[in-house]
């Protein structure tokens, strides 16, 4: 915080990454035995913002409830960290080939 001045009531100090942490070496991709998981249900320290257009939300929530017509009980944010599991295994295992980078390549 800057001297003199004070923070205001209600307002968080956020912590942004430093130098060093921006340019270290990347970590090693995960063998190829090994398979990334979602974290499923637990608490989670880190949060994001995403915002969906209704078609969007819609499929999210049309997914949700397929899934509950399958006997699984899933809320929205743990559909969303499996297929971001998914999505970042096989972008590790097929890079350039990856479904992610496909799509974004194409545009999508």
Do not use: C, F, W
């Not at 100090?13 to 070496?25: N, S």
């Not at 063998?31 to 969906?52: D, N, P």
Request: aromatic content about 2%; charged content about 30%; hydrophobic content about 35%.
């Amino acid at each position: 915080m800057a001297q003199g001045r004070a923070r205001r009531p209600g307002q968080r100090r956020v912590r942004v990454p430093g130098i060093a942490e921006l340019l270290r070496p990347a970590s090693q991709l995960p063998a190829e035995s090994e398979q990334r998981q979602a974290s499923g249900r637990e608490s989670h320290s880190h949060k994001i913002t995403v915002y969906l257009s209704e078609s969007e939300l819609l499929e999210l929530e049309r997914a949700r409830l397929t899934l509950r017509s399958y006997g699984m009980s899933a809320d929205r944010g743990r559909i969303v960290r499996e297929a971001l599991a998914v999505l970042l295994a096989d972008l590790d295992a097929e890079g350039a080939e990856s479904l992610m980078a496909r799509r974004l390549r194409n545009g999508h």
